[in-house]
């Protein structure tokens, strides 16, 4: 269980980490930095949504025979669909963006960036805490050192967004210690949803592939919905790409090399 506690903050670890780097570095991050990280965390969050979510959950309905990808998309879909209504309730404002999403609010500007990268977080908690309950069960086919990959490359992604939150917050007029805080708090729903999910991992194992895959397409929603526009707005450059396919191959190779 000792090992199962660290692993679920072991991505929280990667946002507070992220968000300290406003206390060494001055200024905002450049657009092309920006671009970069972001497309390297879309690469993350995609490569883990098929090797340590869809195709684990394929597996464990394999005696479906050629209907095993039902519970995979029936998941998958929900959870694109949940996140889209999470989209359309919460008042936030996306880092690039000039007018806010969600319904009208009087919340600060500031309030409601930290909002859009907890929206970010929460299919990532998931994921993270439905992967642990799977290993803690047993049921699920699922070994310590494929949950950890899970939980290193959400962490290795998460570092770059707890910069991107904390240090515009400090170019925006917020203290040093306030934007760090803002930072952390943005990622702390993240150990909350997983500690949450492995609580209830003995009812879950039943639906195990319909959570596996629900994860992967919230994760899925935030890629396409957040990440990419962001990566590759402005003026046309490959940086975005090219850190994508980074982020991709790194989390690719975590997962097969642990799991």
Request: a negative charge; glycine letters at 12%.
């Amino acid at each position: 269980m000792k090992e199962t506690f660290i692993g679920l903050m072991i991505p929280f670890l990667g946002t507070s980490l992220g968000a300290a780097c406003v206390f060494f570095m001055k200024g905002e991050l450049s657009v092309r930095v920006q671009r970069a990280l972001t497309g390297f965390a879309a690469g993350v969050m995609v490569a883990a949504s098929v090797w340590s979510l869809l195709i684990p959950a394929m597996d464990q309905s394999a005696e479906l025979g050629r209907l095993a990808f039902l519970p995979a998309a029936a998941g998958f879909l929900s959870g694109v669909l949940f996140l889209l209504l999470l989209d359309r309730i919460i008042p936030h404002l996306h880092r690039l963006a000039g007018q806010a999403e969600g319904p009208r609010s009087k919340l600060a500007r500031t309030t409601m960036m930290v909002l859009a990268v907890t929206l970010h977080n929460i299919p990532e908690g998931m994921a993270v805490g439905v992967v642990y309950a799977g290993f803690l069960s047993g049921a699920a086919d699922i070994s310590a050192g494929g949950a950890l990959a899970l939980a290193l490359g959400i962490a290795i992604q998460n570092f770059p967004e707890g910069a991107i939150i904390s240090m515009p917050l400090h170019a925006e007029g917020q203290s040093r210690r306030k934007s760090f805080v803002y930072g952390v708090l943005s990622g702390a729903v993240e150990p909350a949803a997983g500690i949450l999910t492995v609580l209830f991992a003995g009812l879950l194992v039943p639906v195990m592939p319909y959570l596996l895959s629900f994860a992967a397409g919230a994760m899925m929603y935030v890629v396409v919905e957040e990440l990419i526009p962001e990566m590759s707005q402005g003026e046309h450059s490959n940086v975005g790409v090219l850190s994508f396919s980074v982020g991709f191959t790194l989390m690719m190779i975590l997962d097969v090399a642990l799991g």
